[in-house]
């Protein structure tokens, strides 16, 4: 379900409420491929309910550059949303997702394994909550980036 900020802060208090455990990713998920997938479903398998936030175009184009990204927030929203296991996709515009984090309060923060678990933004805050960062092994070769490169070139 996608769903506002305003939504996210009070549904993840009620599911705090019963017990649920919150799990918690993010990214730009510009141009879906097989490695955003198995991230998802590793993520959703370690607690009770997964929320995604997603860049929004504004704070894709600060990170990314102009030319990105290639599918509108509204596109990569909509796919997100439908990616069996996803519960909630919220978008925001920071270049990072540290506000939307404390305002979550997730149990697991989980990134992809292209990152060190002391680069997490977030890390801090949702080990002090009692949370933990779990990073997902990488699939090589299973990037936006090298999708991109992979289209120009054929």
Known sequence: M???RKEIKKISRKLKKEGKKIVFTNGCFDLIHKGHIYL????????????????????????KGEKR????EGERTFIIDNIKGVDYVVLFDEETPEKLIKEICPDFLVKGGDYKKEEVVGKEFVEKSGGRVIIIPYLKNFSTTKLI??????
């Open 149 to 154: 490169e992979r289209i120009k070139n054929e």
């Open 69 to 72: 990204p290639i599918l509108k």
């Open 40 to 63: 998802l479903r590793e993520a959703k398998k370690l607690g009770d309910v997964l929320i995604v936030g997603i860049n929004s175009d504004k704070s894709v184009k600060k990170i």
């Open 2 to 4: 996608i769903v506002s």
